[in-house]
Nanobody, 115 residues
Framework: QVQLVESGGGVVQAGGSLRLSCVASVGSVALNVMGWGRQAPGKQREVVAT???????YYAPSVRGRFSVSRVTDKNAVDLEMNSLEPEDTAVYFC?????????WGQGTQVTVAS
């Protein structure tokens, strides 16, 4: 079982920045893919950024160039640096793990971007 604990989030003005952090409680297990997803009101949850153990990253087109995902592999931790935030980025952000086809999600943290 993978338990994910997120921190960060809050309210920021449009154009501002926020940093989200997540730590996975899995003991000595090496996690494959870690990242972040989000769910805005009335919309489906989407994965916005991931990073593999190899370092390969993925970004959704809506956040590419503004968000940066990074992980500390030996600590099973992953961060999301969000810059140039827009009101459309307002959502609940979830830490995400894909352990070889098995997805896990954190409880979520609210990010609100005020215009």
């Amino acid at each position: 079982q993978v338990q994910l604990v997120e921190s960060g989030g809050g309210v920021v003005q449009a154009g501002g920045s926020l940093r989200l952090s997540c730590v996975a409680s899995v003991g000595s297990v090496a996690l494959n893919v870690m990242g972040w997803g989000r769910q805005a009101p009335g919309k489906q949850r989407e994965v916005v950024a991931t990073v593999r153990r190899s370092g390969e990253t993925y970004y959704a087109p809506s956040v590419r160039g503004r968000f940066s995902v990074s992980r500390v592999t030996d600590k099973n931790a992953v961060d999301l640096e969000m810059n140039s935030l827009e009101p459309e980025d307002t959502a609940v952000y979830f830490c995400y793990v894909d352990q070889y086809g098995n997805p896990y999600w954190g409880q979520g943290t609210q990010v609100t971007v005020a215009s």
